[in-house]
């Protein structure tokens, strides 16, 4: 009831908007959080009891540049493909977490999983499902909103709860989601397994992958494409091309200050994710041989923060690199 309530009270009074050109604003409705940035619409997040985990769509550079993919949820755009279902233009997820003492009766298809796959959409995946959102606040050009999520088993049986505050802000003529996740094992003790497949992902417009479209992706090392990106440690990874005319990008920011750092699943076929729980099975080069995995006791938080930054031009023009400073507060 206090959802509907809130979201009854939000339609009625609209977007959040500041008097400038350049503010920011935000309008929650049934399934749907929209951001905008003065007149454009800068993304949406889709929450609604329909989709498997919570998801963005679109994602647009300025001023309305869309730099993720649009299928499944839209059709018939150019150089489209049909591949990987699950990857829905940005979300948080994993592939594998473990519940240590509850029985699954419906498992994974995919026999690697020993627990809950919350990555893939295919017979006996996970559901992560959004139980409430709010508003939290509208300040300093800074808009935000907090949702609560369960994730449960394909049987439905919750296995542990999340908090998720997403903040949308401007600097210069570029946009930062910032996604604050609180993991709390309410539930029972928790393995996060070791796969590749994971975790704060994003899919490119298939006009900007590297392979079969104009673009590439680099890290902050200044390392480009799959060969040198996949599986390393980074502080952020940056996917950029022309849509059009256009060049624009989308960079995912990892919190230096996250007790785990990410390796990045990031591939040529458009997809770049920030993964903090594989390790030596996941096949990332920089924690070869690294087995302890991550885990928390029943009680216990796990708090992690992302970066979306959505730009026009490329790593160096947009300057990515102080955006991340930026993001980090510094």
């Known amino acids: 009831m206090r959802l509907i309530a809130f ?3 939000f339609a009625a009074i609209g977007p959040v908007f500041a008097e400038e050109a350049t503010s920011v604003g935000i309008k929650v409705s049934d399934g749907v959080i ?6 454009n619409l800068a993304g949406k997040y889709h929450y609604g009891k329909e989709v498997a ?9 300025p001023p309305e ?6 299928w499944p949820m839209v059709k018939g755009l150019p150089k489209e493909t049909t591949d990987h ?11 594998d977490v473990i519940p240590e003492g509850i029985e699954l009766k419906t498992k994974s298809k995919d026999i690697h999983v020993k627990g809950v796959d919350f990555w893939s959409e295919q017979p006996g995946h996970g559901k992560i499902e959004c139980v409430s959102a709010s508003q939290t606040s509208a300040k300093n050009n800074t808009v935000s909103v907090s949702t609560t999520n369960e994730w449960k088993s394909a049987d439905g049986v919750k296995i542990l709860d999340e908090t998720r505050v ?5 600097a210069g003529d570029a946009r930062l989601f910032t ?10 003790p928790l393995t996060f397994g070791d796969t590749k497949e994971g975790s704060f992902g994003v899919r490119v ?4 992958k590297a392979k079969g479209g104009n673009g590439y992706y680099a890290n902050a090392q200044g390392k480009k494409n799959e060969k040198d990106v996949w599986g390393h440690l980074s502080d952020w990874n940056d996917y950029v091309g022309k849509i059009g005319d256009t060049t624009a990008g989308i960079a995912v920011f990892d919190d230096s200050s996250n007790k785990y750092r990410a390796c990045w699943h990031s591939r040529e076929y458009g997809l770049m994710a920030a993964n903090p729980f594989g390790r030596n099975v996941a096949g990332f080069p920089d924690l070869k041989g690294k087995t302890d995995l991550v885990k928390l006791d029943k009680g216990e938080h796990l708090k992690l923060r992302y970066g979306i930054l959505l730009h026009a031009g490329d790593t160096e023009t947009a300057k990515v690199a102080e955006h991340y400073k930026t993001f980090m507060g510094k």
């Open 7 to 9: 979201l009854f009270l």
């Open 34 to 39: 929209e951001f905008t940035h003065g007149k």
């Open 53 to 61: 985990k919570p998801y963005f769509y679109p994602l647009n550079a």
């Open 65 to 70: 540049v869309t730099v993720t993919r649009g």
């Open 85 to 95: 279902p699950h990857q829905k233009s940005a979300w948080f997820c994993h592939g």
């Open 166 to 170: 997403i903040k949308f802000s401007v």
């Open 179 to 188: 996604v604050e996740i609180d993991i709390h094992a309410s539930v029972c």
């Open 205 to 208: 417009n298939d006009e900007i």
